[in-house]
């Protein structure tokens, strides 16, 4: 069974859907969060309904300025607006009936990941935390996407996009799945071609730089964390993944699985659910 939501943070609505499990409750509650341009419906249900059917509830939510939720201007990412809308979403979480407040738990996957490290470390109401193939250091990620050889252009074209922006013109936008790249494989694997958006404003990826979730993992202990890598992620790099896991303090678990950044949401489903799951189930499982 599950719940249609309209979770106010700041001056809009996020869309959101609750899983809850059999049983009476109140049940711990997990707050689900997707990747950089990602929907709810690629996937995040999915794991969701693995959660639910172990015995916890299941809050997805949208993104701002991306599918039902609100927000303008449409399909910009800001990364710590991001993180305030998912505090407001635990907070909306811990009012709703049958759901126990102390006992919160948070998963992202990818620039999400890097969200529910940051999350984690500022906010003690969240009791254990899940990052999947987390999104951890900003500037050296995005000039690996950009590439030494075209960064001075890009610096100009964000530099451009400012000025425009200033001058009241709507904000200039890019694809961030073309073919052949690998979100261009994992949206056609998924059968999301029709309905992923493939488009973000270009400031999305200036405000890349600004963001290094890697600095807060030495802050979330003693909240239980687990990482959960591809040990072929290029997307966001595993050896950075590696080097902020070392900075944990206990009690945390690393979870290597061998294959790319996609995987975990296909062929590497099972494993990635299965070791969120049974973490979450460790950690929520007893009483507030």
Known sequence: ??????????????????????????????????????TMAMGLLDYARVFSAAGLAALVYEHRNFGASGGTPRHEIDP????????????????LADIDPARI?????????????????LDRRVRC?????????????LRAWIGDAHWD???????????????????RTTKPARPGDQTWDWVQAIGAQD??????????????????PAA???????????????TGDTQTPYAGQRAAFAEAGQPSRLVLLDGGHYDPYTTLFPAAAGAARDWFVEHLAGGA
């Open 1 to 38: 069974m599950h719940d249609e939501l309209r979770i106010p943070a700041g001056d809009i609505e996020l869309a959101g859907q609750l899983l809850r499990p059999d049983g009476p409750g109140p049940h711990p509650v997990v707050v689900l969060s997707h990747g950089f341009s990602a």
């Open 80 to 95: 710590w607006q991001q993180v305030a809308d998912m505090r407001d979403v635990i907070s909306h979480a811990r009012t």
């Open 105 to 121: 738990g948070l998963w992202g996957t990818s620039y999400a990941g890097g969200h529910a490290l940051t999350v984690a470390a």
């Open 129 to 141: 935390v899940v990052a999947q193939v987390p999104f951890v250091a900003g500037h050296a990620t």
């Open 153 to 171: 252009a890009m610096q100009h074209r964000f530099a451009e996009d400012r000025d425009a922006r200033y001058r009241g013109e709507p904000p």
């Open 195 to 212: 309905t992923y958006p493939n488009c973000i404003t270009q400031r999305s990826l200036e405000l890349i730089s600004s963001y290094e």
């Open 216 to 230: 807060f993992v030495a802050r979330i202990a003693p909240t239980p964390l687990l990482m959960i890598l591809a």
